[in-house]
C-alpha cells in the first residue's frame, strides 16, 4: 500500500480512545523497529492497521499478531496476506500461553495504558522486546537515583532490564496525534533478576520513596507481613535505613529487601 493510500485508509478509521488507538502513519518508524525482528519469530501486540505488521511479515521468520479491537481484526485478515503471519482477534493478555510460546522478540506500539502491564509480562517471560512508548514514561523507565524522574518503575527496570533507546517519535508521525511525544527503546530482560516476592517489597519501600528506609519499612510493616516486634529487629541490622529510597541504588534497595525477606523467613519457618 502507497503511504498516502495508508494514511487516507488511517484518517478513515474511527480510532477507539477507550482502546488507546493512536496509529502509526511513519513507514520509515515501522522499518526501524522491524529490522530487529529480521529472521526471528516475533510477536505484535496492537496491531492496528499494519504498517508494522506489513514490515515485519518483510523480514520476520513468523509474525503472530494479537488485534483486540474486531473491526481492526477483520480489516486485517483482508488486508495482510502474508504466510508467515498468524492474526488473532482477542486480548493480548488473555491469549493462552502455549500460542505465544517460541517466539525470539516483541516488537509492538502498544497502546500507553498498558506499558506497565506489558513490561510486567515481558519481565515473567524473559523476551526482549521493541516497544513505542510514552516519552514521559520513558525517561521515568531510565531516571537514576536522587533525580526528579526516579520512581518505582525506574527501580523496577533497572533491576529487570538493559534498556537500550533508539528513537524518539514526534506527535505528528500518529493518527490521532497523541498530545505527547513517543520513544522506541530496546528493552532486554536481565539473566539474573530478582523474585517477584523481593520486587513487591522493593515497590512497598518506593511507596515511602522520600522517608529515611527504617520509616518506610515501619509505615509498610503490616503489609510486609511483619508485626511492631519483628519490625524492630529488622532495623537492628538493615542495610543502608538511614537513607532515602529515593537517593538508594536499585541494588541497594534490592539488598534491602533481600534483608526483609530473610526476616520474613525468620519469622515464618
Known amino acids: 500500500m502507497e503511504a498516502s493510500d495508508y494514511r487516507e485508509k488511517v484518517r478513515a478509521f474511527r480510532a477507539s480512545k477507550k482502546l488507546g488507538q493512536n496509529f502509526l502513519i511513519n513507514r520509515s518508524v515501522a522499518k526501524t523497529e522491524a529490522n530487529f525482528g529480521i529472521g526471528r519469530k516475533v510477536i505484535e501486540m496492537g496491531p492496528g492497521l499494519g504498517i508494522l505488521t506489513g514490515e515485519l511479515c ?12 474486531r473491526a481492526l481484526y477483520d480489516y486485517l485478515s483482508e488486508a495482510m496476506k502474508s504466510k508467515n503471519l498468524e492474526l488473532i482477534n482477542g486480548d493480548f493478555f488473555k491469549v493462552p ?3 505465544l510460546s517460541g517466539f525470539d522478540i516483541m516488537i509492538a506500539n502498544i497502546p500507553y495504558n498498558l506499558s506497565s502491564k506489558t513490561l510486567m509480562w515481558l519481565g515473567e517471560k524473559g523476551m526482549p522486546a521493541v516497544l513505542c512508548l510514552q516519552k514521559e514514561f520513558v525517561t521515568h523507565m531510565l531516571a537514576k537515583p536522587d533525580t526528579e524522574n526516579y520512581s518505582r518503575l525506574s527501580v523496577m527496570c533497572a533491576l529487570q532490564f538493559t534498556i537500550t533507546p533508539i528513537i524518539d517519535v514526534p506527535a505528528n508521525d500518529f ?10 527503546v530496546f528493552v532486554r530482560p536481565k539473566k539474573t533478576k530478582a523474585s517477584k516476592s523481593l520486587l513487591d517489597i522493593v515497590t512497598l519501600v518506593m511507596e515511602h520513596k522520600k522517608k529515611k528506609i527504617r520509616n518506610a519499612v515501619l509505615d509498610s510493616e503490616k503489609m510486609l507481613g511483619l508485626t511492631k516486634e519483628s519490625a524492630e529487629k529488622v532495623l537492628e541490622s538493615l542495610p543502608h535505613s538511614d537513607g532515602r529510597a529515593f ?5 541497594e534497595l534490592l539488598e534491602i529487601a533481600r534483608h526483609i525477606s530473610r526476616r520474613l523467613k525468620d519469622q515464618n519457618p
Not at 176 to 184: D, K, L, T, Y
Not at 247 to 251: G, R, V
Open 58 to 69: 518483510k523480514v520476520a521468520k513468523s509474525v503472530i499478531a494479537v488485534e483486540k479491537d
Open 97 to 99: 500461553a502455549r500460542k
Open 175 to 184: 493518527y490521532p496525534e497523541p498530545r505527547v511525544s513517543s520513544s522506541i
Open 247 to 251: 537517593q538508594l541504588s536499585p541494588e
